[in-house]
């Protein structure tokens, strides 16, 4: 069996089976989709640490519960997204973050946390008046908590993140610019030594493992399908819920 593994995983790159320290189940990129998570959350098996990639805000509708569920189980692992980063640069800074923010999600989100009367074109005092009303709406605990949000996860041959690593750093010097927002090269050089990358961001028709990336981001906001991956040393499961 694991012979039969071994030699499929070599036709894909120079990779051995992605083998955790210990079974993972790593869930994509969220961006609103509650009803996909819920579902993916009860699909985890018991023995399995549960990560998130990160994206649970913007371009989805229910935002805020899902901040307010993630962040409430203690059980959950959860990454930052960039979009998560776009969201907290608002807030410190909304006359100079707002427009790139709404433009890419932040409209749905605002919306799920009860702030109205918002427009894309909105700048200056309307940003700040914005930003003040949904810091109220988020809270301060909230708010902390996705500051501190981790940017990996290494466990064996495998690191986690949201968007991508850089093919030529090793896993455990990434930066976190790199992590959340992406690499030029991470799709087209593969890694020389052996850490499977599983990640999101990037959205792809199906959830694949290939070369030495695990890609699990298909996309909930707009194909109502949400996935996610079983790690345990043998060949990567996939599951998927939809809406």
Not at 65 to 70: A, D, F, G, T, W
Not at 104 to 130: I, N, P
Not at 178 to 197: A, C, N
Request: hydrophobic fraction near 40%; proline fraction near 5%.
């Amino acid at each position: 069996m694991f012979t039969s593994l071994f030699k499929r995983f070599r036709q894909r790159g120079s990779f051995l089976p992605p083998n955790p320290d210990s079974p993972l189940y790593v869930i994509g990129d969220v961006h609103g989709c509650i009803y996909q998570l819920e579902k993916l959350l009860a699909l985890a098996p018991q023995d399995h640490r549960i990560v998130l990639v990160g994206d649970y805000v913007d371009r989805g509708e229910h935002s805020a519960e899902v901040l307010r569920l993630i962040s409430a189980r203690s059980d959950l692992t959860c990454l930052k997204g960039n979009h998560e980063e776009m969201m907290l640069r608002f807030l410190k800074d909304p006359r100079e973050q707002g427009a790139r923010w709404l433009r890419y999600g932040g409209l749905q989100t605002l919306a799920s946390f009860g702030v109205r009367g918002v427009r894309a074109e909105m700048g200056g005092d309307e940003l700040t008046d914005c930003r003040d009303r949904i810091q109220e709406a988020i809270g301060d605990p909230l708010c902390a908590w996705m500051e501190e949000l981790s940017t990996w996860v290494l466990s064996g041959n495998i690191l986690v993140a949201h968007a991508a690593a850089d093919p030529e750093i090793p896993a455990d010097q990434q930066s976190d610019d790199t992590l959340i927002w992406g690499h030029p090269s991470f799709q087209s050089k593969v890694r020389r030594d052996g850490v499977w990358v599983v990640h999101g961001h990037t959205i792809v028709d199906t959830a694949r493992a290939r070369q030495g990336r695990i890609s699990i981001d298909t996309g909930a906001f707009a194909t109502g399908v949400m996935s996610a991956v079983c790690l345990d040393g043998a060949e990567p499961r996939f599951l998927t819920a939809q809406a």
